[in-house]
């Protein structure tokens, strides 16, 4: 009886870990509802591996820079984008599996792949025909190249089924949002429903007033503490934890303790250079981080890409060392526990609140430049002094925030 109990509790806890840590919130937005006109892929990241990093690769037909773990040794992205300006991402699914086989979560590996071989939705559909079979993935891949493609491919061990975006039908306000359940999956089963519903809420009711850009996801969706299933909101000063013990659940909000990297990918516009295809990337953890530009031309600004002493990228090591003091607690469940009052408070102290300023100076440095080079063509020699001046305000910014504390 005892026995029979341990494995029980031991497998709650194995697969709850799993749901939990392999969860991530994605959405697609057509040019129909973004600020320029452009399409934006984006990724909010949950995983078991805190240590993410940019790297740039040379595929099979084109090269490509990707989203990577910091400990992996090549052959898998968890979201990119190529020179022609095809880009990819993913979401788990956890109900579109209906065999047996046991080897899967080949999704990092197969968008390597598609990185290197596909310029467009039409590349990506046969590349997935002509995959051996089973595919060995379970997940709803978002893509959007530089024709105006924008779609998720819900897709399994043996097919998929293509959602357009561009499908007035299915998407009539432009957008769609995904997690780690799929539309042509079994029925209530699979994950990420409230944080589905946080996302849509939020979209549709902000949006409204202000067209959609990539700050403006980090900032209404990949740092927002709304809980749709509550009806809270832990910024609002009614809700504020500050009233208290300053402690609460991490529970179903789109940024949690899981929650490694937030990455906005800037498409263009049909007939633009896919050279100006721009991945914003947030590492660490987005309420303790900064976004920063990528144009693969260039390679990545050094604060993203590994240093000298490790494999990790200086400002995912930023990000988490705040990340682990607001997840201070390890003893029992308080690892499910965050102090709210480290990212956001009245005095205006939090995390968030204090690097803000850092990351609007990076957006407003390169607003004009990439205006102007997507009217002449990219400097590049000019991009690589921006990317310098942007490593230095995110060093400066944990400085000056570590050094206050």
Request: proline share 5%; glycine share 8%.
């Amino acid at each position: 009886m005892k026995k029979n109990l341990l494995l029980l509790t031991l497998m709650s806890f194995f697969l709850f870990s799993a749901t939990e840590t392999i969860a991530c919130t994605s959405a697609i937005f057509t040019g129909k509802v973004t600020a320029d006109g452009r399409p934006l892929l984006w990724k909010h990241r949950d995983t078991g591996e805190d240590n993410n990093r940019v790297e740039f690769f040379k595929g099979e037909k084109y090269s490509f820079t990707g989203l990577v773990n910091s400990p992996d040794k090549g052959g898998i992205v968890w979201i990119g984008t190529n020179e022609t300006g095809f880009s990819i991402m993913n979401t788990a699914s956890y109900n579109l599996k209906d065999d047996d086989v046991k080897e899967m979560d080949m999704e990092g590996d197969l968008m390597y792949k598609a990185l290197a071989v596909c310029s467009s939705l039409e590349d990506f559909e046969k590349f997935l025909n002509n995959l051996p079979r089973p595919m060995r993935v379970e997940a709803n891949f978002g893509v959007i190249d530089a024709k105006g493609g924008a779609a998720y491919y819900e897709t399994n061990n043996t097919g998929f089924v293509k959602v357009d975006a561009n499908d007035p039908a299915i998407a009539p306000q432009g957008y769609l949002v995904y997690t780690n359940f799929s539309y042509t999956g079994r029925y209530n089963e699979g994950m990420g429903y409230i944080r589905q519903q946080n996302a849509l809420d939020i979209i549709s009711r902000e949006s409204m007033f202000s067209q959609i850009t990539p700050h403006w996801i980090f900032n209404k969706l990949s740092r927002s503490f709304y809980h749709s299933f509550m009806g809270t909101d832990l910024t609002s000063p009614e809700r504020s934890p500050e009233r208290f013990t300053g402690w609460v659940l991490d529970q179903d909000y789109i940024p949690r303790r899981s929650s490694t990297a937030s990455v906005a990918i800037q498409g263009v516009k049909p007939g633009e250079n896919p050279e100006m295809t721009i991945m914003w990337t947030v590492l660490g953890y987005p309420p303790a981080g900064v976004a920063v530009p990528v144009l693969l031309k260039a390679g990545a600004p050094s604060v993203l890409v590994k240093n000298t002493r490790s494999d990790n990228a200086p400002a995912c090591d930023m990000a988490l060392a705040l990340k682990y003091k607001t997840f201070s607690n390890k003893r029992g469940s308080g690892q499910r526990y965050m102090n709210f009052n480290l990212i956001y408070n009245s005095n205006r102290t939090g995390y968030m609140q204090e690097l803000a300023p850092a990351e609007h100076y990076i957006e407003t440095l390169f607003k004009e430049p990439i205006e102007r080079w997507r009217r002449d063509g990219l400097n590049v020699n000019e991009l690589l002094q921006y990317y310098k001046d942007a490593d230095d305000a995110v060093s400066s910014a944990y400085l000056s925030l570590t050094a206050g504390r």
